[in-house]
């Protein structure tokens, strides 16, 4: 075999399905068999390291950190946007145009969707991509090349390389769907949560390590144009065209009208259409299509007369804030929420926002009896926008971070000064012990029905259970003398129990609590390692090379596991019967690489045990609908996932169908 040629051979094939997933929206193969492709030319690099170009796509995965990021200036200034929020304004827009061009001249318009996340500037020399920066003021911003090359929907070099330089702007962002997955995590691992998508995104590309940003699943689309050689387009369609069929992803939504009124019933039906895309937009950009007519209409200090935003009413509410708690969670890290007089925003009731952090709290300078304004956008968790007029406390910002820990009184601190969080310092902490046990007991872990949060809080205020392995402990009579609680609700509570001691490794160790291990990092180690005892035998070095476990979570799974605490913990679980293993994964089955959706009550299993099968069959679970979903498993009362699959003619399984799909796989 020609080593050079299959090198070249694979990249060029890569590429192509880079192309047809992020550009076309039309993939042609599985996840599974794109990372065999992926797999295949990194283990030919790292034989033949002479080989590696800094274009190839195993270079986009993230190096070492970078120190910090230098301030590169734009070859060609980036404008931001006036705003219009009626129709009527954007016709005053068309007729401020008509008085700076010919009488009579035609004008078409391009529209776009206004996708909410981080305006970006790619640099390309010679059709490779030579540098990435932000935005920031207009003049410069941040370089952050090291980050934008981890994003795989945007192309290392074109297709078509050969002009010497050539500016793109464009908006990195992220769907709603990675969003919430990457808040679930942070939820699970008690870390502050990002506040919507695009803090997400603009986080992500300012970390100065690599490969955080390439775990965040980030997405891009080209808009605009910046430097680029004369007279290599005539007009804003012809760009977007062309930069498509050269490899970078254009919204798909985007169309030329040649009047107004089509683009003012675009806006209408986006407007309406919103939160039916996987991905947040806050407006429509309307564009004046001939570039010789915007280079006529030309610029003001800040902004383009040839382009606006049709921004869109934000889903919106006021409302006050009756007081602010402080909620102690599984690792002791402490949360500031705001209690609100009901309100109803985006078809939602709401009357409790997390606050994230007390630093937050200093930053929109809130207090309690404060009326303020929440947004809310789609999925996205309520938030507090801005306070709206004072209450009539006097309390200090200061004053809300608790000297003592509201549930057992132990001392607060930060553990590091840069971090935002603080902690009780007490892990019998009453609070800390309830959390982790319902976090035991939760679907996604154990999946021990009926032990919700107000069993555990019963269980441990009596002094019943104090770690998880007292709940193996426990009795149909324990449970007897519990509030409400009678015959059937307790031998069916002792019932799920049992049945938990067979749940796989993956399971148990997310159960765990683990700093920083999530579903996804917990199925990880378990398919790595297999037993439970195999995994505490483990050496820091094995942790670390696994691809998907970074220094942070092998720190943290190494330090729990070799505590006595731990050992003791888990020789208790071992003699209640739990077995703690992984079944083997099935990679050769045909669900390898499939994705399934669940939405709806099973009747034969739990969501979990049908996930597990699938997992054990190597498919993958996805909490989101859209097109790369293979199949949506679909059981009693489904919710607007089943909808979203008919609309999407994604293949839909009644639980019977979903059996026989998991014995033929």
């Known amino acids: 075999m020609d080593v050079k040629k ?38 030919l690099e790292e034989k033949h390291p002479d080989e590696v170009t800094p274009d190839s796509p195993t270079q986009r995965v993230g190096g070492e950190p970078v120190k910090g990021f230098k301030t590169v200036r734009h070859h060609r200034k980036m404008y931001s946007l006036d705003n219009t929020y009626t129709f009527d ?24 969707l206004k996708i909410d996340g981080v305006s970006v500037n790619l640099m390309y020399e010679n059709g490779s991509l030579s540098a990435g920066a932000l935005r920031g003021d207009g003049e410069a911003g941040e370089d952050v090349t090291s980050n934008i090359r981890t994003i795989r929907a945007i192309p290392l070099n074109f297709f078509d390389g050969s002009r010497s330089r050539l500016e793109i702007r464009g908006e990195v962002f992220m769907s709603r769907g990675d969003f919430l997955a990457a808040n679930k995590e942070r939820l699970e691992n008690e870390e502050p ?65 040649p009047d107004l009124e089509g683009v003012i019933d675009f806006c209408r039906r986006w407007q309406e259409k919103r939160n039916t895309l996987d991905y947040e937009i806050d407006g429509i950009v309307i564009k004046v299509n001939a570039l010789d007519q915007q280079k006529r209409l030309g610029v003001t200090q800040k902004s383009p007369r040839w382009a606006i935003a049709y921004k869109f009413p934000a889903q919106q509410a006021t409302t006050k804030i009756r007081r602010i708690d402080v909620s102690v969670g599984r690792t002791g890290v402490l949360t500031p929420v705001a209690e609100l007089d009901p309100v109803s925003c985006g078809g939602v009731t709401i009357s409790h926002a997390t606050l994230h952090n007390f630093d937050e709290i200093g930053r929109l300078g809130v207090h309690e009896g404060d009326k303020v304004l929440l947004e809310r956008a789609g999925d996205v968790i309520p938030k507090v926008v801005k306070v709206l007029s004072r209450g009539p406390t006097e309390k200090k910002r200061a004053s809300y971070v608790p000297g003592q820990c509201p549930s057992c009184g132990a001392g607060v601190v930060k553990e590091k000064e840069e971090e935002v969080a603080y902690r009780c310092v007490n892990p019998l902490c009453p609070a800390q012990v309830e959390r982790r046990l319902v976090h035991f007991a939760s679907r996604a872990a154990m999946d021990i029905e009926g032990m919700g949060e107000a069993v555990v809080q019963q269980l441990a205020r009596d002094g019943h259970v104090k770690d998880v392995s007292d709940i193996y402990r426990l009795t149909k009579g324990d449970f007897l003398k519990l509030e409400l609680f009678r015959e059937k609700k307790a031998q069916n509570l002792y019932q799920g129990i049992q049945r938990s001691k067979q749940r796989p490794l993956s399971r148990f160790l997310f159960g765990l609590g683990i700093r920083h291990v999530g579903e996804k990092a917990a199925l990880t180690l378990a398919q790595k390692f297999g037993t439970m005892d195999r995994l505490m035998q483990a050496s820091l070095d094995e942790l670390l090379s696994i691809h998907e476990v970074g220094e942070a979570i092998a720190a943290s799974v190494y330090g729990f596991l070799h505590r ?26 045909k669900l390898a690489g499939k994705i399934f959706v669940f939405t709806g009550e099973l009747a034969g299993m739990t969501r979990p045990e049908a996930e597990d099968l699938v997992k054990s069959r190597g498919g993958e679970v996805t909490s989101s609908v859209s097109k790369k979903t293979s199949f949506v498993v679909v059981g009693d009362r489904p919710g607007s996932k089943y909808d979203k699959a008919v609309k999407l003619k994604v293949p839909v399984l009644d639980e019977e169908a979903f059996r026989k799909v998991v014995q033929e796989g």
């Open 564 to 589: 006595k605490e731990t050992a003791a913990l888990i020789e208790k679980l071992k003699k209640a019967g739990l077995e703690m293993k992984e079944p083997p994964r099935h990679a050769s089955s």
């Open 193 to 257: 949560l990002f506040a919507n998508p695009r803090n997400a995104t603009a986080g992500a590309l300012k970390t100065l390590d690599p490969k955080i940003v390439a775990k965040r699943r980030l997405l891009f689309y080209a808009h605009s144009l910046g430097e680029c050689p004369a007279g290599e387009f005539v007009s804003q369609k012809d760009f977007l065209d062309k930069v498509k069929s050269w490899g970078l992803p254009v919204n798909l939504q985007t169309r030329l009208y």
């Open 6 to 43: 299959e090198i070249e051979r694979l990249r060029k094939v890569i590429r192509h399905h880079d192309y047809q997933y992020y550009v076309l929206d039309q993939p042609e193969i599985s996840d599974k068999e794109y990372d065999d492709l992926f797999k295949r030319l990194q283990a």
């Open 89 to 112: 304004e954007i016709r005053e827009w068309r007729d401020r145009l008509g008085k700076s061009l010919e009488e009579n001249e035609k004008v078409e318009f391009v529209v776009e």
